[in-house]
């Protein structure tokens, strides 16, 4: 399965859903997604059912750069708390 990028813009949120599996020769694309407009970029993971180290490590670096990360799957939220060191986080982010 690949992965499946669908942007909506509302006002001034960009909000990029993505389905499928996130997988490192994904992250060009999506990169590519994220730099396209100027509007504040909110990735909603609802129907990610699969991502490798390099999307856990691109889906942090997102975040640390103010990507809002959305409907996050559990197991990806506790493998990126893990990636950056941290305990595992119990509250998940909704928009």
């Keep these: ?3 499946k990028i669908e942007r909506v813009s509302r006002e001034r949120t960009a909000l ?3 389905s499928g ?3 490192s020769e994904d992250l060009h694309e999506l990169k590519a997604e994220l730099d ?3 509007l504040r970029v ?3 993971l609802r129907e990610v059912d699969l991502v490798d180290l390099d999307g856990i490590r691109f889906l942090n670096q997102c975040e640390s750069e103010g ?3 959305v409907n996050c799957p559990p197991y ?3 493998w990126m ?3 950056r060191g941290l305990p595992g986080e119990q509250t998940e982010r909704q928009e």
């Design 1 to 3: 399965m690949t992965l």
């Design 16 to 18: 990029i859903y993505l």
């Design 21 to 23: 599996h996130l997988r």
């Design 36 to 38: 396209r407009g100027g």
């Design 42 to 44: 909110v990735l909603d």
């Design 67 to 69: 990507v809002g990360i």
């Design 76 to 78: 990806i939220r506790e």
């Design 81 to 83: 708390s893990q990636e």
